[in-house]
């Protein structure tokens, strides 16, 4: 399509500029418009941007070019509609140059430099530690790894990361139930299923037995302090995870640079608050620390609870 929309535009500049328009005023490619539907056509033309120069109505200028693009390869129709040329493509023809480009060098077809000296960043996948894949986090991947492959065809240097929910307080609440009614075998033969069914458990057994909340709420404290038990827990956690993630992903064929989840942020908090501090922006509200937002019409940003543990923010 690329290749046929040079050809147009070397055509109808090339005419333009026999009729008077100054060549440093033509950029007919950066002009292709999308037809709002596609029984018009697949490329669209304004012909408005020359008025002022040929002293014609655009419908005019459409109807005096329709007859050029008619002869370029690739085009199979030309409609003239108001003052836009609509574009027929020839799909079989496209598809020819297409194949015989391929056929030439298979390689520089899957190739170009539109984005050469770029570095972009592709966050996706990002599922929770302890919990299953799901379909969610199956849409995420395949297009995040389309969206990966496409910029490095396109010559770009491309950063794939993987942004995993690996802390929060249900990790708390995840080394409680598993202290409680955790099982090694079980975990061994299926480490995210009995992750999630301790999970579920821990919340069946808090709906009577309320003071695992405080036993989570102190876990995580633990946690977030870097206490060498619950930390050799959280670790074995999230690797049984990743294992099982790898195994989908190695059968997707998608791989990431970084596995920047959460947890990787958990040793900056102190200098977020600090920084927040200083500023004047934190504030208490029921003994945890805020970041009032009413002059903006929202509620308060909450960034550390009243037990000193952090949150998402």
């Given at each position: 399509?690329?290749?046929?929309?040079?050809?147009?535009?070397?055509?109808?500049?090339?005419?333009?500029?026999?009729?008077?328009?100054?060549?440093?005023?033509?950029?007919?490619?950066?002009?292709?418009?999308?037809?709002?539907k596609e029984s018009f056509g697949d490329l669209s033309l304004p012909c408005f941007p020359f008025a002022r120069y040929l002293k014609l109505a655009p419908p005019a200028i459409a109807t005096e070019l329709a007859p050029l693009?008619?002869?370029?390869?690739?085009?199979?129709?030309?409609?003239v509609v108001g003052g836009y040329l609509n574009v027929h493509v020839d799909k079989f023809e496209l598809f020819?140059?297409?194949?015989?480009?391929?056929?030439?060098?298979?390689?520089?077809?899957?190739?170009?430099?539109?984005?050469?000296?770029?570095?972009?960043?592709v966050e996706f996948s990002s599922p929770n530690i302890a919990?299953?894949?799901?379909?969610?986090?199956?849409?995420?991947?395949?297009?995040?790894?389309?969206?990966?492959?496409?910029?490095?065809?396109?010559?770009?240097?491309?950063?794939?990361?993987?942004h995993l929910g690996d802390w929060g307080t249900q990790f708390g609440k995840l080394i409680v139930a598993f202290n409680r009614w955790g099982d090694e075998s079980a975990l061994a033969a299926g480490a995210v299923d009995h992750l999630l069914e301790l999970y579920v458990r821990f919340h069946d057994e808090a709906e009577t037995s309320p003071e695992l909340e405080d036993e989570a709420r102190n876990a995580f404290r633990k946690l977030e302090?870097?206490?060498?038990?619950?930390?050799?827990?959280?670790?074995?956690?999230?690797?049984?995870?990743?294992?099982?993630?790898?195994?989908?992903?190695?059968?997707?064929n998608v791989s990431f640079d970084h596995y920047?989840?959460?947890?990787?942020?958990?040793?900056?908090?102190?200098g977020v608050l600090d920084r927040l501090t200083k500023t004047g922006l934190l504030t208490e509200s029921q003994n945890a620390m805020v970041v009032?937002?009413?002059?903006h019409d929202m509620p308060p940003c909450l960034i550390q609870k009243s037990d000193g543990a952090s949150l998402y923010a």
């Open positions: 399509m690329h290749d046929l929309k040079l050809r147009i535009a070397d055509i109808v500049s090339r005419h333009l500029v026999t009729r008077g328009v100054p060549e440093a005023d033509i950029d007919i490619l950066s002009l292709f418009k999308r037809p709002e693009l008619n002869q370029v390869p690739g085009v199979s129709q030309v409609d020819r140059a297409m194949w015989e480009r391929y056929q030439a060098s298979p390689e520089a077809f899957f190739h170009r430099d539109t984005l050469r000296d770029r570095t972009m960043t919990k299953p894949f799901s379909i969610g986090h199956l849409r995420s991947t395949v297009i995040g790894n389309f969206l990966q492959n496409l910029m490095k065809s396109s010559g770009a240097r491309v950063i794939a990361i993987n302090a870097g206490n060498q038990t619950e930390t050799a827990l959280w670790e074995h956690f999230r690797q049984l995870s990743l294992d099982e993630f790898n195994r989908v992903y190695d059968r997707l920047l989840g959460e947890a990787f942020y958990r040793d900056q908090l102190d009032n937002l009413d002059d």
